[in-house]
């Protein structure tokens, strides 16, 4: 039977020139003894960590996912991970039932991809009068097309301010020959992301119009003028450069160009300013919504790849695509899973149906 390791730690204390040892012994639960109580304290021990409740349900949705598989092996009897005393401290989800959040549609991605298509398509016949146009253009494509095909997430492919580690996907990750990108997962490490075929042909472009000097050089940049600025000034002054020669580079290119031509590497977009590219671009596109957001969220770019990913592959497909246990993917996309059951319940009813009518005919006759 297996069971769950016992760690030995061993202190040295030193004391007028002496030290002495003691061993601090932690057995933790085996297969045989494990129980709700255990998972219970677990449960307390995520919901004090001043995560998110998402967060929270998912690293429980883990162990949980564990226990099932325990189950499938005959370790254990049932999942006491799921038992209600063993979930009570974990918090609620807000009242979000499975299908209820955001998840891009077809006609939702058709509708993005095809306004950012003409978006970058004018923008590069103009790019030699206007190259920071046509840059920013085909990076709008490009995050376009990779949120709503890789099912990534946005914190892992933008700068996240609130995590150092996190600052965006640069070129050197973005690996288009053979269709995959290195990010900075959810479960803090460096994960491999496919890049779906629809995805790749925008970013060929953009980085063929980006032309950018560096493979460190952010995927995403941010063209917020002030940070743009300031980094070029920054970055040249440190080279020797005056504040008047910095101005007269200002005089017929842009920052952005500048940035590539010295290359300055900016910051990557931020989560929060890659949301309002979204929303930019859905209110540029004439795209309505009618949830509480009025726009296309990223996390519905990734619930929606999802449920293309649920319904055409099944579950641990979907799980191995989205970076998330099959658990988990099973309990956010219940409502496909619900309906399919339904459907085969309808089935099931109309063969009865049929063959009660045909035993029913043959007694009359």
Same mark, same amino acid.
């Given at each position: ?17 002496s030290s002495t040892s003691s061993r601090i012994t932690t057995t933790y639960p085996?297969?045989?003894?494990? +129980?709700? @109580?255990?998972? $219970? &304290?677990? !449960?307390?021990?995520?919901? /004090?960590?001043?995560?998110? =409740? ?11 996912a564990f226990c099932g598989w325990a189950v499938r092996e005959g370790h254990l ?48 016949? +103009?790019? @030699?009068?206007? $190259? &920071?146009? !046509?840059?920013?253009?085909? /990076?709008?494509?490009?995050? =376009? ?215 029913a005919n043959r007694a009359d006759n």
């Amino acid at each position: 039977m297996a069971r769950a390791g016992t760690i030995v730690a061993t202190r040295v204390e030193s004391s007028a020139g002496s030290s002495t040892s003691s061993r601090i012994t932690t057995t933790y639960p085996t297969f045989e003894n494990l +129980d709700s @109580g255990h998972l $219970r &304290e677990y !449960a307390r021990h995520l919901a /004090r960590q001043g995560w998110t =409740a998402g967060t929270v349900r998912t690293y429980y949705a883990y162990v949980s996912a564990f226990c099932g598989w325990a189950v499938r092996e005959g370790h254990l009897p049932e999942n006491v991970a799921q038992r209600r005393n063993a979930t009570e401290p974990i918090p609620d989800d807000g009242g979000h039932k499975s299908g209820d959040q955001q998840a891009w549609s077809a006609e939702n991605r058709q509708q993005l991809t095809n306004f950012v298509d003409e978006q970058a398509s004018d923008a590069i016949d +103009d790019v @030699g009068e206007n $190259r &920071e146009t !046509a840059i920013k253009a085909c /990076r709008d494509r490009a995050l =376009a097309y990779l949120l709503s095909y890789s099912g990534v997430r946005g914190a892992e492919i933008l700068r996240d301010r609130s995590d150092e580690r996190r600052q965006g996907l640069r070129w050197e990750e973005v690996h288009l020959g053979d269709r995959y990108a290195t990010v900075f997962a959810k479960k803090q490490r460096l994960d491999d992301r496919g890049l779906p075929q629809p995805a790749i042909h925008p970013l060929q472009m953009y980085q063929k119009v980006l032309d950018a000097p560096s493979e460190n050089w952010p995927v995403f940049p941010s063209f917020h003028r002030p940070t743009l600025s300031e980094r070029l000034t920054d970055g040249l002054i440190a080279r020797g450069y005056t504040e008047t020669e910095i101005e007269e580079l200002h005089a017929d290119r842009s920052l952005i160009e500048i940035c590539t031509e010295f290359d300055v590497a900016p910051p990557s977009m931020t989560t929060g300013a890659g949301r309002h590219v979204l929303k930019r671009l859905c209110n540029q596109a004439g795209i309505e919504l009618d949830d509480e957001h009025d726009y296309l969220m990223p996390h519905g770019a990734r619930r929606g790849a999802g449920e293309v990913l649920v319904r055409t592959s099944g579950h641990a497909a979907a799980a191995r695509a989205l970076d998330n246990s099959e658990e988990v993917v099973r309990e956010h996309y219940s409502h496909i899973e619900a309906g399919e059951l339904a459907d085969q319940m309808t089935d099931a009813f109309e063969k009865a149906d049929q063959q009660d009518g045909q035993g029913a005919n043959r007694a009359d006759n």
